[in-house]
């Protein structure tokens, strides 16, 4: 398996430009999580989905931030607008139910200027 | 604030001695417990877990500890190598959350 797979890997864009990252996860895998890492605040959970359904977006830190998942192996996490707080690593995991460990993504590095 | 935390931020380890991590939750309903290995550029990598109703697991090279009376867990890393530095997070579920410490970083000197 490839693993959970993420793209971009890096993205650069402007202040105010709406951003979407995407993730594949594991195949066979029903739980799905976003995760926001920086230097101050670690990593933070942002949203996790189970079997698509979004269970707990208390971790989004405005409106700004979206996330959806229109089917098992797919998820996107959309920022409109950006903002250059929001400049960070993201992160996707899944696990195969939400009590077992979750494998990681490499990641998406947004940088917002 | 976070309920798993890390006693110390860095730990420098001499190429083949063993390396202890630690780790304390305040969670006391907390019942699974993930390590976590990071290195720079890449996603955590799993390690190891343990359930609430073990104290000990091995895995290869290795150990984690789980003291519930004190709310405290541990990895071990025997025989660490260069290719251990890394940063480690201690993790936990608790109401189908994976919430991640601070992490500590361990260089391993040559």
């Known amino acids: 398996d490839a693993g959970v797979i993420q793209s971009p890997r890096h993205e650069v864009t402007e202040m105010g430009q709406e951003v979407t990252l995407r993730c594949k996860p594991i195949?066979?895998?029903?739980?799905l999580f976003w995760y926001r890492q920086t230097m101050m605040r670690g990593l933070e959970l942002l949203i996790y989905?189970?079997?698509?359904?979004?269970?707990?977006d208390s971790g989004m830190p405005e409106d700004r931030f979206s996330a959806k998942m229109p089917n098992a192996s797919f998820s996107t996490l959309k920022i409109q607008p950006s903002e250059p707080r929001d400049s960070a690593v993201y992160f996707c995991?899944?696990?195969?139910?939400?009590?077992?460990?979750?494998?990681f993504g490499q990641g998406t590095r947004l940088t917002v200027v | 604030g976070e309920s798993v935390g890390l006693h110390l931020p860095t730990l420098s380890v001499q190429e083949g001695d063993n390396s202890i991590i630690n780790c304390a939750y305040s969670?006391?309903?907390?019942?699974?417990f993930i390590w976590y290995k990071q290195e720079s550029g890449k996603g955590p990598q799993f390690i190891i877990d343990?359930?609430?109703?073990?104290d000990k697991r091995q895995g290869q090279r290795v150990t984690v500890l789980l003291n519930k009376t004190v709310k405290h867990l541990s990895l071990q890393i025997a025989a660490t190598q260069p290719g251990d530095s890394a940063v480690y997070f201690c993790?936990?579920?608790?109401?189908?959350?994976?919430?991640f410490g601070a992490g500590t970083t361990v260089t391993v000197r040559a």
């Open positions: 995991a899944s696990s195969f139910t939400l009590e077992t460990e979750a494998f």
């Open positions: 195949s066979g895998h029903n739980s």
């Open positions: 989905f189970n079997n698509n359904v979004p269970i707990d």
């Open positions: 969670n006391s309903a907390s019942d699974y």
């Open positions: 343990i359930r609430s109703n073990m």
């Open positions: 993790a936990e579920i608790n109401d189908y959350k994976l919430s």
